[in-house]
């Protein structure tokens, strides 16, 4: 069920049936010079509705901006500092809980949200609004070890797939050789992080070798992912409002 596609009237009666509202929540921001700059949130939101459409969760419509300044050297990159993400998400489920549906799960399609998503959902939790931040590629972790020979990063394989199987259109599959071939995140010396933008360690942008991706790869990856969520969410749904609260002080 997707929110923005239902009027009011219709909304009250899908709120109170859904027990668990998915915001995916993704970013627009270089992802090599092979794909869309769209890529996470419309991943996210692809997870969402798969996942909206097997348990009858309700679909908010997706943040399309997220945290990543560390991506502004390429062309299109748009970005909103943490805080802003923080503040945006809480007020989205503040309005939603004031219709009633106070657990909510973000649907994350990008790794630079993830420390704003997660104070806010700390923050939430002490108004009785129960938020959890879903990263899909935590949850079929395995899957993806089988499917991808390297570790599927940022515009690697695994996101090249999930875009192949969205719209194989969106993807300049001739620009695989531009890519960088950079296989994982960041640049440090001596273990200290020293690659504070994309740019520092990965000049074309990407992580990994896109040309192994392919749509079949990208459903399996997603139906795995939707399913991940859909398990999250049965079992938000079954926790008493006491397991999901903060504990009282010891005796
Ligand atoms: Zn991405």
């Not at 668990?20 to 092979?34: F, I, R």
């Not at 000049?203 to 079949?216: C, I, L, M, Y």
Request: hydrophobic residues 40%; aromatic residues 8%.
């Amino acid at each position: 069920m997707k929110l923005a596609e239902l009027t009011w009237v219709d909304a009250k009666e899908a709120i109170k049936k859904a027990q668990v509202a998915l915001l995916p929540v993704g970013s627009t921001e270089n992802h090599g010079p092979h794909l869309p700059l769209g890529t996470d949130w419309f991943t996210a939101q692809q997870i969402a509705e798969q996942a909206g459409n097997k348990g009858g969760w309700l679909v908010l419509p997706s943040v399309p901006v997220g945290v990543s300044e560390h991506h502004r050297q390429f062309w299109g990159t748009l970005w909103v500092p943490p805080d802003v993400l923080r503040d945006y998400v809480v007020a989205v489920a503040r309005a939603l809980a004031s219709h009633g549906m106070r657990r909510i799960v973000f649907v994350n399609g990008h790794g630079g949200n993830r420390s704003a998503l997660t104070e806010a959902a700390r923050l939430l939790r002490e108004e009785a609004i129960f938020a959890h931040v879903h990263n899909w590629w935590y949850g079929i972790a395995d899957m993806l070890g089988k499917l991808f020979a390297e570790p599927a990063v940022h515009a690697g394989p695994a996101e090249t797939s999930a875009v192949l199987a969205i719209d194989p259109s969106l993807v300049r599959q001739d620009r695989y050789k531009e890519a960088s071939d950079v296989d994982h995140w960041g640049k440090t010396v001596e273990g200290v992080e020293v690659g504070w933008d994309t740019i520092d360690f990965s000049d074309a942008g990407n992580v990994g070798d896109p040309s192994s991706g392919t749509a079949e790869k990208g459903a399996q990856l997603f139906e795995a992912a939707a399913e991940s969520l859909n398990r999250f969410c049965t079992w938000l749904a079954e926790q008493s409002e006491e397991a999901l609260s903060p504990k009282p002080h010891k005796p």
